[in-house]
């Protein structure tokens, strides 16, 4: 069964045929541009006059054996003829090009299940791992860091009913976790990680619709990040889990369903952008519908209790992409992602 590490590998050998076909295109078209000025320079006449038949001296006559006329065809013999197939002249000066040709195949990820791409289990990292961690998101992310998860050196640019749009427009918000006042991008940067994990989109899912201005407003969020972070920064884009199924019924955007559907958009967004997909809703959903696990629901429905947020932080010790700097528990599984 296909995997993460099957798509990005798929992704990234797309990117490199790309690139090796124009090479190889570039290369014919010069060795085509060769090939003709070689046949130009061998066939061309020479300085001289021209030779023909009769300017052939000292030749001797040979016998030709005597030619009779063929009789003319009658006209009902050329009627049930079936007519010579007679090949068009090819202009192939249009083939000595070394421009770039319009790409005609869709080579992007766009409709691929979330589950797919999401980053495997790959070892257990200790706690150490997340001193470089900053999550960022709205309150659901923030749990990680008001309960005792084991994670205490993790630092949270979270806040109560933010959306993916609160980020963009950098405005000021109450932090969930530290209380303080604060701008979002400001408080990342102060923190200097080396990993981001971002959970943040079931208050814009709130309500229905505008699944292209959420995915074009996180998407600019990303890039946001790169632009102000250290270039070696590991972006994770963590699954929107599922709520109660009784949520619906007050929130209708917020249908198990849909939000899958929009999981399926973040994967691949996940893929287009270079950073890595955690299915988190693996521990916290029920996989026959998505719906939040019961043992793990509060009054709400949407949030988690601590039991959740641990199960939470032990799933994203368990999946991580493996990097030499990482201090695992037990054998470190020394696999080389893309090797």
């Known amino acids: 069964m296909s995997d993460f590490y099957t ?8 990117r490199r045929k790309r690139r090796f076909i124009l090479v190889l295109l570039v290369i014919l078209a010069l060795l085509c541009a060769a090939a003709g000025w070689f046949w130009h320079q061998n066939n061309a006449p020479s300085d001289g006059e021209p030779i023909t038949d009769a300017q052939t001296v000292d030749a001797e006559p040979t016998a030709s054996p005597e030619v009779t006329a063929s009789p003319e065809p009658t006209p009902e013999a050329v009627v049930g003829k079936t007519p010579e197939r007679i090949v068009q002249n090819v202009d192939t000066a249009v083939w000595n090009t070394s421009t770039a040709v319009e790409q005609t195949i869709d080579t992007e990820y766009l409709n691929t299940d979330h589950r797919m791409i999401g980053v495997p289990m790959l070892g257990s990292v200790t706690a150490k791992y ?3 961690v900053t999550f960022v998101g709205d309150s659901i992310a923030s749990g990680l860091g008001i309960y005792q998860t084991g994670l205490p050196n993790a630092k949270f640019a979270t806040y109560t009913s933010a959306g993916v749009n609160s980020f963009v427009n950098n405005v000021t918000m109450k932090n969930a976790v530290t209380g303080n006042q604060e701008t979002p991008m400001e408080a990342i940067v102060a923190t200097q990680p080396d990993y981001v994990y971002i959970l943040v989109g079931t208050n814009n899912l709130v309500t229905q619709g505008g699944e292209e201005s959420f995915l074009a407003y996180y ?26 199924e ?35 809703r693996e521990v916290l959903t029920n996989p026959a519908d998505g719906s939040q696990i019961d043992d793990y ?43």
């Open 246 to 280: 009784t949520v619906v019924q007050t929130k209708p955007g917020l249908e198990n369903g849909r939000i899958s559907t929009v999981n399926d958009l973040l994967a691949n967004l996940a893929l287009r952008k270079g950073c890595y997909f955690v299915n988190i």
């Open 130 to 132: 997340f001193d470089t």
């Open 297 to 339: 629901q509060v009054t709400d429905g949407v949030h988690f209790n601590a039991a959740g947020y641990r199960a939470w932080a032990e799933y994203l010790s368990t999946h991580t992409v493996w990097n030499r700097r990482s201090q695992y528990s037990g054998q470190n599984p020394y696999y080389i992602y893309g090797a």
């Open 7 to 14: 798509y990005r590998n798929e992704y990234a050998n797309r």
């Open 219 to 244: 998407e600019r969020f990303i890039d946001m990040l790169r632009e102000q972070l250290n270039p070696g920064v590991i972006i994770y884009i963590q699954a929107i889990p599922g709520v109660q």
